[in-house]
Every structure is written in structure tokens, then in C-alpha cells.
């Protein structure tokens, strides 16, 4: 098994387990939504119908109210149509039976249904008496405890109704919490793995990439045999790397005579270049000074040189070059050093 598939399997085998994970997480998620919905289509209507009853309790009350100001008996028609619209309100939350308990809703009907007959009874006295009629403290009394009672009722619906709605969406959100918990247990197991595999790989290619990184840095620097060869049994991707560092060292070696001779001269002139003279001096000086023998070093320029490279150009300059060259060629001996600095 190469390096590479060592590597590569452990995180093979960690993406399909995370994305079985995310498949099943995407179907849950899908069914969470549904759920939701499910929540809303039955909530929000019941919320609403809770709401408006609210509301139309307010304007009821408010009937009453201006039928007694006012001594008009039209306020009580108001007042039974409202009426009629919170009993049909109850009937429909009946059919959410799962929100609200029928065994609620038939105390509400109750508590509302004595209050509404205390109202109503009250108002229609005063309109027919004119005011005359001598109030009955008891049904103010009643009126008053059922209008309490009603109106609590109605508040402590809405309240149980948005606790229950509460209560279903955080049911939800716990079930999409525990998927994000075991999603982020199988995340932290596979990065364990996946560095435990690398550490185990890494350690076992360790000498044989430090063979190879002391072998490539002889051949950087250049202070090394040539003939020196990696070895290296398994065909993995390191051996293929040997393989090849082994070929380099082969074409090094080939053309490292080449290479030296090049290096040493200047391609223009073919004499000597700069290079090979800063290393030929220190040592003619040297061995000067050690031999006590003369050391003569000529530096010569060829005069106006620009002028030849400004009005006939640069190539005919480096004939020049190449003319002055020969000529110091030709009348130096044997024991002359020419080089073009």
C-alpha cells in the first residue's frame, strides 16, 4: 500500500461515515421542518381564534357599557352578535382538542355564558326602567366576578397555548441539538484518527525522507560523490522518489565535468572569467609571498570603448572583445594568466 492511499484511507472511510451522518441529519432535518409546519398549522390558527376572542370580550364588554350609558337597546343586539362569534370561536377550537382541553373550554363557556346572562340582564333592566330600577348589588356582584373569571380565562388560554407551542418547538430544537452533539463526536473521533494514521505514516517514512533530504543537500551544495546511490525496497511513492533522485545524481555526475569547465570561463572571450580569478589570486599571492618570488599584475582597458558600442553597436563591440582576446592569446607564455575581468 503506497503513502498515499495509507493517508488517504482514513479519511476515506471518515467522510462516508460523516456522510451517512448528514444524510440521516438531512432526512431528520426534513421531518423536523414538516413537524413544524404541522405545529404551525394547528397553533397559530388556535392562537388566533384565542386572540380574537380576546378582543371581541373588549368589545362586549365595551356593548354593555354603552348600552347602560346610552339607554339604547341597539348596544345589546351589538352585544349578542359578539356573542354569538366568541361561542362560534370556542366551537372551533374545539377541533384542537390537543392545544386545549374540551373540559377548559367548557368552563370558559360556562363562566362566559353567566356573565354574559348577568350583562344582559342588568343592561335590558336599566334600558326598560329608564334608570328607575333599583340595582341589585348581588348581580352588580356577579357581573363583576364572572367578568374577572371570563376575562382571566380567555388571558390564561392565549398563555397555555403559547407555552404548549413553546414546548413542541423546543422539543424540536433538542431533537436538531442531539444531531449537532453526535455530528460533532463523529468529527472529533475522525480527526483523531486521521492523526493518528498520520502520525503512524510519518513516523515509518521519517528516515527514509531525512536520507533523502541529506542526499538532495549534498547535491545542492555540491560537496558530494556522485557515485553515492539511495537505497530503497518498497515501491512506494519514496521509492519512486529515490528512483529518480538516483537518476539526478546519474546526470549530475555526467555533467558536472562539463559544468566545471563551463563555470570557469567566460563564454564571450574564452578566457578565464571573473569567477575563476577571485579564487586564482589569493593563491598566486600566496604563493608569491611564500616563494619570494615577483607576482606582475597588468589591468588593461581598451580605450574609448563606449564609442565603439554607441556608433556601430554592440556586436561589433563584442568583436572587439573577441579580436583583443586572440591577440592577448597569442603573444602571452606559457606561464601567463589571462582572464577578462
Known amino acids: 500500500m503506497t503513502i498515499f492511499q495509507k493517508m488517504i484511507l482514513v479519511p476515506i472511510l471518515s467522510l462516508i461515515l460523516y456522510g451517512s451522518f448528514i444524510a440521516y441529519s438531512y432526512l431528520e432535518h426534513q421531518r423536523s421542518n414538516e413537524k413544524v409546519e404541522e405545529i404551525r398549522d394547528d397553533y397559530f390558527p388556535a392562537l388566533n381564534l384565542v386572540n380574537e376572542n380576546i378582543h371581541l370580550f373588549e368589545q362586549l364588554r365595551d356593548a354593555f357599557k354603552d348600552a347602560v350609558l346610552a339607554s339604547e337597546s341597539i348596544w345589546i343586539a351589538d352585544a349578542l352578535k359578539i356573542k354569538v362569534r366568541i361561542e362560534q370561536n370556542l366551537d ?32 335590558e333592566k336599566l334600558i326598560q326602567e329608564e ?23 380567555f388571558f390564561n388560554t392565549r398563555q397555555d397555548v403559547q407555552h404548549h407551542f413553546k ?59 556522485f557515485s553515492r546511490r539511495i537505497k530503497h525496497s518498497k515501491k512506494d511513492e519514496i521509492g519512486r522518489f529515490v528512483f529518480w533522485i538516483n537518476k539526478l545524481s546519474d546526470k549530475l555526475e555526467e555533467d558536472y565535468v562539463k559544468l566545471k569547465k563551463i563555470s570557469i570561463t567566460d563564454k564571450l572571450t574564452q578566457l578565464n572569467n571573473r569567477n575563476r580569478t577571485d579564487q586564482f589570486l589569493p593563491k598566486a599571492l600566496s604563493k608569491s609571498f611564500l616563494q619570494n618570488t615577483p607576482l606582475i599584475l597588468v589591468i588593461i582597458d581598451i580605450d574609448h570603448f563606449k564609442r565603439v558600442n554607441d556608433n556601430f553597436g554592440h556586436l561589433v563591440g563584442d568583436l572587439v572583445l573577441q579580436h583583443f582576446a586572440e591577440i592577448l592569446k597569442k603573444d602571452a607564455t606559457q606561464n601567463d594568466y589571462i582572464s577578462r575581468w
Open 167 to 225: 414546548e413542541k418547538i423546543s422539543e424540536t430544537n433538542e431533537l436538531m441539538n442531539h444531531l449537532l452533539f453526535w455530528g460533532s463526536i463523529i468529527s472529533v473521533i475522525s480527526m483523531i484518527f486521521i492523526i493518528i494514521v498520520t502520525l503512524v505514516v510519518s513516523i515509518s517514512t521519517r528516515r527514509n525522507l531525512r536520507l533523502i533530504v541529506d542526499r538532495t543537500k549534498e547535491l545542492t551544495l555540491g560537496t558530494t560523490d
Open 131 to 153: 334608570g328607575k330600577w333599583i340595582v341589585d348589588e348581588s348581580l352588580i356582584q356577579d357581573i363583576d366576578h364572572y367578568l374577572n373569571i371570563t376575562n382571566q380565562n
Open 92 to 123: 372551533t377550537l374545539e377541533k384542537y382538542p390537543s392545544i386545549i382541553s374540551n373540559i377548559k373550554l367548557r368552563e370558559i363557556r360556562k363562566d362566559f355564558k353567566l356573565y354574559y346572562i348577568s350583562a344582559n340582564e342588568f343592561a
